[in-house]
T-cell receptor, first 115, second 109 residues
């Protein structure tokens, strides 16, 4: 069964350093999402792509976060510089649009710890 | 963004049915109701979705109120593997979903 791939699974970085996460969605899925999940809370949408275009990045802290999906396939989320409050799970999800239902398939996530 | 309200936690006994409620009084006519669940240290997993009619699949059933302002996820026979956080979310026709904090389901043997 096809899965969403994410790497790395775990990342420890010092504050003020740069960090990047990679996501490879399920083949053929046009929509890609990046979420941030703080322990004990639900996922918070950071950015949504439709193919290579950003559909929604209203919750993305653009002074330090950036996201790209250059060829409309895999995607990279970057944080520069990292802050202590960025420690969280970063989840990637993808969906195809059969009848506009947007069922999302999630990857295993990247656990970021900022020290 | 349309939001949902769920109880923080629920308990169930193994092999008994579980009814997980969700209120979404601000739902719009084109919003889909999706349910996901998340096991510890894993990403959320799709469970079921619906628009107006009740839905059944191999994992669960979804009962949607006639006015669509509430829904209930039904697990027909809870197992220990069903212990998870269950999220009820609304997805707009632009594909945007807003997660709340979900319901933590504990299943007792």
């Amino acid at each position: 069964e096809a899965e969403v791939a994410q790497s790395p699974r775990y990342k420890i970085t010092e504050k003020s350093q740069a960090v990047a996460f990679w996501c490879d969605p399920i083949s053929g899925h046009a929509t890609l999402y990046w979420y941030r999940q703080i322990l004990g809370q639900g996922p918070e949408l950071l950015v949504q792509f439709q193919d290579e275009s950003v559909v929604d990045d209203s919750q993305l802290p653009k002074d330090r976060f950036s996201a790209e999906r250059l060829k409309g396939v895999d995607s990279t989320l970057k944080i520069q510089p990292a802050e202590l409050g960025d420690s969280a799970m970063y989840l990637c999800a993808s969906s195809v649009i059969p009848g506009q239902t947007y069922e999302q398939y999630f990857g295993p996530g990247t656990r970021l710890t900022v020290t | 963004d349309a939001k949902t309200t769920q109880p923080n936690s629920m308990e169930s006994n193994e092999e008994e049915p579980v009814h997980l409620p969700c209120n979404h009084s601000t739902i719009s006519g084109t919003d889909y109701i999706h349910w996901y669940r998340q096991l510890p240290s894993q990403g959320p997993e799709y469970v079921i979705h619906g628009l107006t009619s009740n839905v059944n699949n191999r994992m669960a059933s979804l009962a949607i109120a006639e006015d669509r302002k509430s829904s209930t996820l039904i697990l027909h026979r809870a197992t220990l593997r069903d212990a998870a956080v269950y999220y009820c979310i609304l997805t707009s026709n632009a594909g945007k979903s807003t997660f709340g904090d979900g319901t933590t389901l504990t299943v007792k043997p």
